[in-house]
């Protein structure tokens, strides 16, 4: 395990956050948990039928001491999940529906978290981004200031670390979009150590070429000086002038980041995509998430070909941003 790791597992431990884990029958979620107990880093929690889930752990050899199992169906406390529901949805939800709602295991383990039984929540094995992130947005929603959240992925190589947005969540992101995927990137930043230095990137710089897909992000540039960001930030920037001082001090003399930036806004979901995968998979960097940003509570997307310990690092990240 990598040293940012380590230092995320020692501070997750001293507060033993509770994470829920909707997917309590997925064989990847059920080992990650186990770990975690055993090791005594967060109290993981279990959305499932009690037998299913014991049954599938024993069968895979699987310890589940020091982690809770809950079965929506039998909780003891559902009746005021379904009255806070209710509420949080102010009209949208009858309690009829919100009973029918509470049953599915994303909802439910969602309304743990809004009503402050657990600190965040990890899915995703088993189910769909949406599955996932639609709850989250319907219930605990964005910070005030944020219409989206957004994805991010932390590059790790070493001891370089980087934050890449979004990557993950808006295929063709505002200017609105862009400034608060880069407010919210800063402060993914600093939960993992980094002092933000936020570039807005484009395949122009400073006006080098002029088309509506630079206009965008020299607009995005002015909504997040409105913004009153408490980091440094510059765009439109290619990634060069961004990165490389020899090449900022050519191409943008006059940038506060003068080519050393370390959190990067990608002007759509296809750039960030591929360009994480490309720095992943050329670069050798070990990419981490996705992180989805700008919800008032931590809940975060696994992929479906995740293995356990993408399962138990996700974890640890999202009991981070709890702390």
Do not use: W
Request: aromatic share 6%; hydrophobic share 40%.
């Amino acid at each position: 395990m990598s040293d940012l790791f380590i230092d995320l597992k020692n501070k997750v431990q001293a507060a033993n956050p509770v994470i829920v884990f909707p997917e309590g029958t997925d064989e990847r979620i059920l080992e990650a948990a186990s770990r975690l107990a055993a090791e005594k880093v967060l109290k993981p929690v279990l959305i499932g039928d009690k037998e299913e889930v014991s049954g599938k752990a024993e069968a895979s050899g699987i310890s589940l001491h020091g982690v809770e199992v809950i079965n929506p169906s039998d909780y003891g406390e559902f009746d005021a999940l379904v009255e806070a529901l209710v509420e949080r949805r102010k009209g949208k939800t009858t309690e009829e529906q919100a009973r029918k709602i509470l049953l599915d295991e994303n909802y439910f383990g969602t309304m743990l978290v809004y009503t402050g039984k657990a600190h965040g929540l990890v899915s995703g094995a088993a189910h769909s981004t949406a599955d996932t992130v639609r709850p989250a947005l319907q219930i605990i929603k964005t910070k005030e200031g944020i219409k989206k959240t957004s994805g991010a992925f932390i590059m790790v190589r070493g001891d370089e670390k980087y934050v890449f947005a979004d990557c993950a969540i808006n295929i063709s992101p505002s200017s609105q979009d862009l400034a608060e995927s880069a407010m919210v990137s800063a402060e993914t930043a600093r939960v993992f150590g980094i002092d933000p230095k936020v570039a807005l990137l484009s395949f122009s710089t400073k006006g080098s070429a002029v088309s509506p897909e630079t206009e965008k992000v020299v607009e995005a540039l002015e909504v997040l000086k409105g913004m009153n960001p408490d980091f440094t930030y510059d765009g439109e920037l290619q990634f060069d002038a961004a990165f490389v001082p020899s090449v900022a001090t050519k191409k943008a003399p006059d940038s506060p980041l003068k080519g050393e930036a370390n959190v990067f806004i990608f002007p759509s979901l296809e750039t960030g995509n591929i360009g994480y995968k490309m720095v992943q998979r050329l670069g050798g960097f070990e990419a981490i998430g996705p992180i989805l940003q700008g919800l008032n509570m931590p809940v975060n997307d696994l992929s479906r070909g995740c293995n356990a310990e993408d399962v138990y690092k996700l974890a640890l990240i999202t009991a981070m941003q709890a702390l």
